[in-house]
């Protein structure tokens, strides 16, 4: 335990970094060998689109992680949050703690961002997607990243994060969502069990379904339990899947990156109501 601690208290810049890339080529070459859509399109552009947004997200990251860092320190010096204000022992603020920053920085971040309009405007680049595959993950609009850093700010002061928490969080996290993002090919046994604690690419898949009530199901990024806990969890047939978003289905506005850095502000599109016929 301590040596965990001590290890993501003092977590170097170059670790973080390789673990990003590490899980984003592991994940990237399991899917080339056990694909479970084999459509054909251009994967060096697709690629290279979410490669740029990726960057865009780290360097907003590695810009604000300042402020990550002072208020953890803060939170812990003042004694504010519910791991500080329970004194939690080391492996109670692992687990709970842990869990906690899940659901409040990926989770509820991840269902307002769909349920509050102008969040949704930038949350919608990720979504516009057609090929969703490991780099997909890491498909973020400059300002949603800058709205999910928020939340993980607020996360930490409610929970009362150590930074050792806080970067074992990140670092799984970004993990996580290249996983449940990969287009791998999973047995349902496999995919069933390891679905009883943690998020998979089935389950997440669904997710990115181009259409209602499919897009507003399966929140989850690290663990799957938050979804069937608020009633938010959908298994669904992955071949029958169509990725995108109903509002922008044309390719420019899928894999354009200047029109998608516009994406937020060109005003709310209303999503196409289904047909009993035509739901999966």
Partial sequence: MDAIINYFEHIPSSHRSMILIGGLTFFFLLENAVPLFKKKYNKVSHTGLNIFFTLTTILINFFMAFMLVNTSDWVVAEGIGILQWTSAAPWVALVFGFMLMDFLGAWLAHYIEHHVKWMWQFHAVHHTDQNVDTTTANRHHPGESVIRFLFTMA???????????????????????????????????????????????????????????????????????WDRIFGTHQVTDNSKLIYGLDTHMTEREANNVGALLKLPFDGYRDHIEYTEEEKL
């Fill in 155 to 225: 996360a930490v002061v409610i929970v009362g994060a150590p930074m050792w928490l806080v970067f074992l969080y990140q670092s799984a996290s970004a993990l996580l969502s290249q996983f449940n993002h990969a287009n791998v090919a999973m047995p349902d046994w496999l995919d069933n069990t390891i679905r009883l604690v943690f998020c998979t690419p089935n389950m997440h898949r669904v997710h990115h379904h181009y259409r209602q009530p499919y897009s507003d199901t399966n929140y989850g990024n690290i663990f799957s339990f």
